[in-house]
C-alpha cells in the first residue's frame, strides 16, 4: 500500500439552463490511479467534511470531493431555481469526465446521498458501488421540519465563536466528537464576508429555494417525488451499502429496512449514538467503508 500524495484542487466549468458555473474539488491521491471513489456532502455542507476520509484512503484510491454548486468555493447559480438535484447529478458526470473516470465508488452523505442514487439509476451509470449516507427514498417529516427550523435562521455572526456556538448547536445530530473534530466540522462551513462578518459559506438564494420546496410539500406531491425516488434506488444494479446512525431522524429505522429488501437490496450499517448523519471522521465508521469498498 502506497503513501498518500499530496492533496490537490481543480474546478471544472459545469452547465445548466441559466449558463455556466464553476464546481470546486478536491483531489486526494494518486491521479493516474483508476480506482476512484467520489464523495459527495449534504445540502449545506461542504467537500471538506470528506477531509479524514478522503486523506486515510488515499493510498488506496483516487478521491475526488466537490463543494456541489452554490456551496463552498464552487461558484453560486444566477438562478435559483436549478438547485434541483437532477442539476447536481449532471454537474457529477460533467466533473467524472474531467477527472477521466469512468467508473466509480461513490458515497454520498444525506443530499450526497439522493445525489448518488439518481446517478447509479442512470443506464450506463458510471457508479459501481454506492454508499448511502443516512438517506432514503422518502424524507421524514420531523426531519423536515427540523432542518427547516435552523437552515431558515440568519447565518450572520459577529464573532467566529458565535458561529461555531450555532453550527455545533444545529448539527449536534452528529454524536460526540472531540473538541478539535468540532471545531474543524463548525469553521469548515464558516467564512467571512466583506464586512468582517461570519456567516455560513452557501448561497442564501440556495436556502430560499430549500424552504420553499419543504414549504410546497403537500400529500400528493410528497407520494408522487417518493414513487419517483423509490422507482430510481429500484433501478440500482450495483452493490450498496446503507449507513445509518440509530437516532436519525432523517432515515426511519423501518424505511432502511425497506432499503435491505428491495432495488439493490442493501447492507445496512448502522452506528450507536448517532443521529444524521454519520460524520465518517472516526476510525469505526471509516473502517466499515474501507471494508465495503475492498469486498471485505
Known sequence: MGKPTQLRRGSVQCFSPDGIHTMAYKDWGDPANPNVLLCVHGHVRISDDFDVLAEEL????????????????????????YYQISQYVRDMVTLLARVNAENVAFLGTSMGGLIGIELAALQDSPVHKLIINDIGPLLATTAINRVRQYIGQPKRFSTLEEGIEFVRTTTATFGQHTEAEWHKLCTDVLRQDKDGAWIWHYDVKLVMMIISSFQGINPELAHATQLLMWASYDAIHCPTLLLRGTSSDMLPASMALDMTRRGPKAQLVEFANVGHAPTLVHADQINVVKAFLNGD
Request: aromatic share 8%.
Open 58 to 81: 488515499s493510498s488506496q484510491f483516487r478521491v475526488i470531493c466537490p463543494d456541489v454548486v452554490g456551496r463552498g468555493k464552487s461558484s453560486y447559480l444566477r438562478n435559483p431555481q
